[in-house]
């Protein structure tokens, strides 16, 4: 048997031995009083080294009705063919009654950086005349992801790298109607919020004059906040005070107004993405034209580990929470899953639109 270092300076004295309180070492050594360089830093290219060597995944949700862009959006953003687009429906598509969803994921590769990107796509979504409880089966999509990494993590013999099928992002699309959000908008968003971090977007937003669409925009965030909907980035999540103020101007800037397309065109001699008109070209990039960029460089280049972060520490995390102390009352095993596992309670599940 070793040594125990466990002893405590409490014990130690109840026993009679004369044990110093233990140093506090984090406290002692700060950078200033290092004689050289050790080196520290480096751990930053060993984890980019890491992280190159073995991908990482992203999983992006896109809801809507059909013929709103989705499809053509994530192409845009994405600057590949990862979505099908739906403008020439098969038959099978054009009966669907019910929502389906399907994944599709590809890898994507910049610099070395191997992305894993799976878009699920939510056909059926807000389509019929009739959409009571049209939610359902992503509420069931999301919590079933969830329930597959948990049951991954409880394994004996763990994966050392458990397969991430969550959600990482909810793209919620707006019809460019100008005028509020719709019962539906409402009720998806106040259930998805909770579960999953929802970004909206006004969708084909070159269909609104300006004066439109910044009314159309302040109209969408009042409605918003008087239904109590947690949209992306949540103020609770945000981390420090440069956090806040980076947020600060996302959240006032939300939903943002996004065209999408899958065509290169000719702007003064440089080739740019936009939709042409019969009265000029529409850029995609531009942010004087529309707010794509503004969606782009939050969902992807400056966002996207947060949003990572924040499924796997506040939704992943809630979830699982609920998860176990269920197990926990009703002995060892997971329970079944239930639609109403981390989503509303029943009486809520049953309002019309
Ligand atoms: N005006 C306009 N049309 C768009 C935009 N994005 C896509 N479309 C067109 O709308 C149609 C449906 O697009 P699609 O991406 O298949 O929609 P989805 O059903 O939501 O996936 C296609 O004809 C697209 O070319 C946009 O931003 N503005
Ligand atoms: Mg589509």
Known sequence: MGLSFSLSADTAQEQGLDLEPPVRMEEEMEGRDLFGYVGIEAVLDQMRRKTMK???????????????????????????????????????????????????????????????????????????????????????????????????????????????????????????????????????MRRLGKIVSIVPVIAKADTLTLEERLEFKQRIRQDLQANGIRVYPQKEYDEDAEDRILNDKIRENIPFAVVGTDKEHQVNGNKVLGRKTKWGIIEVENVAHCEFAL??????????????????????????????????ANGLALSPLTLENGTLEKSDAESHL
């Open 54 to 188: 073995a991908g990482f995944e992203f999983n992006i949700m896109v809801v809507g009705q059909s013929g709103l862009g989705k499809s053509t959006l994530v192409n845009t953003l994405f600057k590949s063919k990862v979505s099908r687009k739906s403008c020439t429906p098969n038959y099978e598509e054009k009966i669907s009654k019910t929502v389906h969803l399907q994944s599709v994921s590809h890898i994507i590769e910049e610099k070395g950086v191997k992305m894993k990107l799976t878009v699920i796509d939510t056909p059926g979504f807000g389509d019929q005349i009739n959409n009571e409880n049209c939610w359902e089966p992503i509420v069931k999509y999301v919590n079933e992801q969830y329930e597959k990494y948990l049951k991954e993590e409880l394994n004996v013999n763990r994966k050392r790298r458990i397969p991430d099928t969550r959600v990482h992002c909810c793209v919620y699309f707006l019809p460019a109607t100008g005028h509020w959000l719709r019962p539906i908008d409402v009720e998806f």
């Open 295 to 328: 969606l782009r460089d939050l969902l992807i280049r400056s966002h996207l580990q947060d949003l990572k972060d924040v499924t796997h520490n506040i939704h992943y995390e809630t979830y699982r929470v609920k998860r176990l102390n269920e197990s926990n």
